[in-house]
C-alpha cells in the first residue's frame, strides 16, 4: 500500500459522502440515479477501496454472462475440479462461487472483496446472499475464478449480484454462445466494461465447427463497433458430455486455461491487469460522481420547491387573514347586536355629532352598571377573530394539499406520510380552534395593557376617568376591524357606525394621533399572533421534509471528493486514460479469435509486434 495511503483516504472520504440518503423523492429520473449511487457504493466497498488497500493481492476473474451458456461448466474446466454447481435446471447458481488456490484462500475467506456477503464454505450449492468459497490445487496461486449468477436471470436479486461482482472484478471472462452473442442485454454489461476500461475477455462457447468461422468474425466486428478492438477472444466447440455435470474435455479449454496460467505466473502481468482496471474505475468517478451530485442538486431543490407550495399557501392565508380584519365583515352579525346591547340603544349615527357628551354619560352608566353586554360583545368579537382563523387556515390546508398531490415528489412525500394522516392535512388540525382561542385572550389582553400605559400619561388620564381601561380597551379592539385608524362611508354604513363611534369617543380621550398609533400597534400585535398560528399549522406540512433530501453542501462536498479522488489517481502508477477499449494490457493479450488448440502469448513476448 505504500504511496496509496493519499488515494485511499481520497476513496474513503468519498464512500462517506455516499452514505446520505440523496435521492428519496421521485424527481427526475430518480430510478436511474438510485442505482447509479447504490452501484457505485458498492464498487467502492466491494473492489476500489479493498484493491487500493493491497495492490499486491491475488486476482480476481469474474466469470459471467447470459443463461446457459456454460459459465460454470467452464469454471469447473479451467479449475480441473468439481467445484461451480451445475445442471439444465435455471437460475444453476443460486449464490457466486469463488474458487482459489489454497495458497490465497486466507485472502479471499475475509471480508476484503465483497464485503456485504457472508462466506460459506463446502461442496453443494450456496445461499443467496452468500459467497461461498472453495479451493482448487489445480488452480494457480495469485489468480481466483468467481461463478457469477445470470446476467439476464428471471430473477431480480441474480441480476443484481452478478452486476455487483462484475464491477468487483479485476478482470471479466465474459461467457456467449454462438446462438445468443447478438443478444442486448450482454452488450450492455459489455459496454459498461468499456467506460470503465475493465480488463475484459470474451469466450464464445458451444460453437458448432461449421460455425465457427462465420460467428467469430461477425462477434469481432461487433466488438469492434462497440469499442472493444482488441479484446482476447476464445472460442469453445460443442462438445457431446458423457453426462450433464461432466467437465469440458481438456482440449477444449487449454486456450482459456493457459492464458489465465500466464497471467498468474507473471507477477507484472497480475500487475498490468490489476492497474488497468484499476486505472478505468478511478477515472468513472471523475463522471459517475458530478453526474450524482447535479442529481443530489435537483432533489434539493425539489424540496425547496414543495416548502415553497406551503409558504405560498400560508402566505395566501395571512393575506386574506389581513383582508377579512380591514373590510369590516367582522363588524356585522353577531358582533353588531352585541354592540348595540353593550351600549343601550341601536339609534346613535343620527345624534353622534349634537350629542357626544350625553353619549359619553350612558356610556358611562352602562360600564358601571351592566357589565354582562361588555363581556358579551368581546366573546363574539373573539368568536368572529376565531372563525376567521379557521376559515383561512383550512383553506390554506386544502391548497397546499392540492399543490403537493399535483407533483410526483409531494405524493412521495404524502404516500409516506400514510393516507389517514394525509387526509388530515387537508384540514386544519384539530387543536386549532384552542390554540386561536388562547391567542385572541392574550391580544386582548395586550390591547387592555396599551391602552392603560397610555391613559398614565397626565394629560389623558383624568379623560380616560370617564371610561373604564377595559371599555377604551374594547374601542380600540373594534377599531382593529377597519382598513385605517378610521372608516370610510361604506363601512359606517356595513357597521352601523361602530367603528366611527368608537373612533370618536377614543379621540375625545386620546387624540387622534394616538389613536392612530394604538390602532396600529394592537392590529400587528394580532397579525403576529395569527402569523404564528398559521406557521404552526404549516409545520404540519413542512416536518414531513425534514430530514429529507442530501444535504445542504452534498453537491459541493462529492465534487471535492471526486476530484481529491483524481488528484490522487496517479498514485497507482496508470496515466490517466491507459487501456481504453477493454482487453487486458498487450502483455497479456493472446492473438485474437482463438480456437482449440491455439498458442497463448507469453509474457516474454510483449515488444513483439502486432
Same mark, same amino acid.
Given at each position: 500500500m505504500a504511496g496509496n495511503e493519499g488515494l485511499l483516504a481520497a476513496l474513503g472520504d468519498l464512500r462517506r459522502r455516499l452514505d446520505h440518503d440523496l435521492f428519496p423523492l421521485e424527481i427526475g429520473d430518480v430510478a436511474s440515479h438510485r442505482h447509479a449511487l447504490k452501484e457505485l457504493r458498492g464498487q467502492l466497498d466491494d473492489y476500489l477501496l479493498p484493491r487500493v488497500a493491497a495492490m499486491d493481492a491475488p486476482l480476481l476473474a469474474v466469470v459471467g454472462g447470459s443463461t446457459g451458456a456454460g459459465k460454470s461448466t467452464l469454471v469447473n474446466s479451467l479449475a480441473c475440479a468439481d467445484v461451480a454447481e451445475t445442471g439444465v435446471l435455471r437460475p444453476t447458481t443460486l449464490a457466486p462461487t469463488l474458487v482459489a488456490n489454497p495458497a490465497d484462500e486466507a485472502w479471499f475467506g475475509r471480508q476484503n472483496v465483497l464485503p456485504g456477503l457472508a462466506r460459506t464454505t463446502g461442496r453443494g450449492r450456496g445461499e443467496p446472499g452468500t459467497l461461498r468459497v472453495v479451493t482448487a490445487d489445480t488452480l494457480p496461486a495469485g489468480l481466483a475464478l468467481l461463478d457469477a449468477p445470470d446476467i439476464d436471470s428471471v430473477v431480480t436479486a441474480n441480476r443484481e449480484i452478478a452486476a455487483q461482482l462484475l464491477a468487483a472484478a479485476d478482470l471479466w471472462l465474459f461467457v456467449?454462445?454462438?446462438?445468443?452473442?447478438?443478444?442486448?442485454?450482454?452488450?450492455?454489461?459489455?459496454?459498461?466494461?468499456?467506460?470503465?476500461?475493465?480488463?475484459?475477455?470474451?469466450?464464445?462457447?458451444?460453437?458448432?465447427?461449421?460455425?465457427?468461422?462465420?460467428?467469430?468474425? !461477425?462477434?469481432?466486428?461487433?466488438?469492434?463497433?462497440?469499442?472493444?478492438?482488441?479484446?482476447?477472444?476464445?472460442?469453445?466447440?460443442?462438445?457431446?458430455?458423457?453426462?450433464?455435470?461432466?467437465?469440458?474435455?481438456?482440449?477444449?479449454?487449454?486456450?482459456?486455461?493457459?492464458?489465465?496460467?500466464?497471467?498468474?505466473?507473471?507477477? !507484472?502481468?497480475?500487475?498490468?491487469?490489476?492497474?488497468?482496471?484499476?486505472?478505468?474505475?478511478?477515472?468513472?468517478?471523475?463522471?459517475?460522481?458530478?453526474?450524482?451530485?447535479?442529481?443530489?442538486?435537483?432533489?434539493?431543490?425539489?424540496?425547496?420547491?414543495?416548502?415553497?407550495?406551503?409558504?405560498?399557501?400560508?402566505?395566501?392565508?395571512?393575506?386574506?387573514?389581513?383582508?377579512?380584519?380591514?373590510?369590516?365583515?367582522?363588524?356585522?352579525?353577531?358582533?353588531?347586536?352585541?354592540? !348595540?346591547?353593550?351600549?343601550?340603544?341601536?339609534?346613535?349615527?343620527?345624534?353622534?355629532?349634537?350629542?357626544?357628551?350625553?353619549?359619553?354619560?350612558?356610556?358611562?352608566?352602562?360600564?358601571?352598571?351592566?357589565?354582562?353586554?361588555?363581556?358579551?360583545?368581546?366573546?363574539?368579537?373573539?368568536?368572529?377573530?376565531?372563525?376567521?382563523?379557521?376559515?383561512?387556515?383550512?383553506?390554506?390546508?386544502?391548497?397546499?394539499?392540492?399543490?403537493?398531490?399535483?407533483t410526483p415528489a409531494g405524493r412521495d412525500v404524502l404516500e409516506r406520510a400514510g393516507v389517514i394522516s394525509a387526509g388530515r392535512l387537508g384540514r386544519a388540525s384539530s387543536g386549532l380552534p384552542e390554540r386561536a382561542s388562547s391567542a385572541l385572550r392574550a391580544w386582548q389582553g395586550y390591547v387592555l395593557d396599551l391602552v392603560a400605559k397610555e391613559g398614565t400619561e397626565k394629560r389623558t388620564t383624568a379623560r380616560l376617568a370617564s371610561f373604564s381601561v377595559n371599555a377604551a380597551g374594547l374601542f380600540l379592539m373594534l377599531m382593529v376591524f377597519t382598513s385605517t385608524g378610521g372608516i370610510t362611508g361604506i363601512e359606517m354604513g356595513i357597521a352601523g357606525g361602530t367603528s366611527l363611534l368608537s373612533q370618536k369617543l377614543l379621540e375625545a380621550v386620546f387624540g387622534d394621533q394616538a389613536v392612530r398609533t394604538l390602532t396600529q400597534a394592537a392590529r400587528e400585535d394580532l397579525r403576529g399572533r395569527v402569523r404564528v398560528l398559521l406557521d404552526e399549522e404549516a409545520v404540519r406540512f413542512t416536518s414531513l421534509l425534514d430530514g429529507v433530501g442530501p444535504p445542504e453542501d452534498a453537491a459541493a462536498a462529492l465534487r471535492r471528493a471526486a476530484q481529491n479522488v483524481h488528484a490522487h489517481r496517479d498514485a497507482i502508477g496508470v496515466p490517466a486514460g491507459t487501456g481504453a477499449g477493454g482487453g487486458p494490457p498487450d502483455a497479456t493479450r493472446p492473438a485474437r479469435s482463438l480456437g482449440s488448440g491455439a498458442q497463448v502469448d507469453s509474457p516474454a513476448q510483449v515488444d513483439r509486434p502486432r
Open positions: 456467449t454462445t454462438a446462438v445468443r452473442y447478438a443478444d442486448e442485454v450482454p452488450w450492455g454489461f459489455l459496454r459498461s466494461a468499456r467506460e470503465r476500461s475493465t480488463a475484459l475477455a470474451v469466450v464464445l462457447d458451444r460453437v458448432p465447427p461449421e460455425a465457427l468461422e462465420p460467428v467469430t468474425a !461477425h462477434l469481432t466486428r461487433l466488438l469492434d463497433e462497440n469499442g472493444l478492438p482488441g479484446t482476447p477472444l476464445f472460442s469453445v466447440p460443442e462438445v457431446a458430455l458423457p453426462e450433464e455435470n461432466a467437465r469440458l474435455p481438456e482440449p477444449a479449454v487449454r486456450d482459456v486455461r493457459g492464458w489465465l496460467a500466464a497471467i498468474a505466473a507473471d507477477a !507484472h502481468a497480475r500487475d498490468q491487469v490489476v492497474r488497468r482496471t484499476l486505472a478505468g474505475a478511478l477515472d468513472s468517478i471523475t463522471t459517475r460522481v458530478p453526474a450524482l451530485a447535479d442529481a443530489a442538486e435537483r432533489q434539493r431543490a425539489g424540496v425547496a420547491d414543495l416548502r415553497r407550495t406551503i409558504d405560498g399557501a400560508y402566505g395566501a392565508a395571512m393575506a386574506t387573514f389581513d383582508d377579512g380584519i380591514r373590510d369590516g365583515s367582522l363588524l356585522r352579525g353577531e358582533v353588531l347586536a352585541r354592540w !348595540h346591547d353593550f351600549i343601550g340603544t341601536g339609534d346613535f349615527m343620527r345624534s353622534l355629532e349634537s350629542r357626544i357628551g350625553w353619549l359619553r354619560e350612558r356610556l358611562v352608566s352602562a360600564f358601571t352598571g351592566r357589565p354582562a353586554p361588555e363581556t358579551r360583545l368581546r366573546v363574539a368579537l373573539e368568536t368572529g377573530v376565531e372563525a376567521l382563523i379557521r376559515s383561512v387556515a383550512d383553506a390554506a390546508a386544502e391548497r397546499a394539499l392540492d399543490g403537493w398531490s399535483g
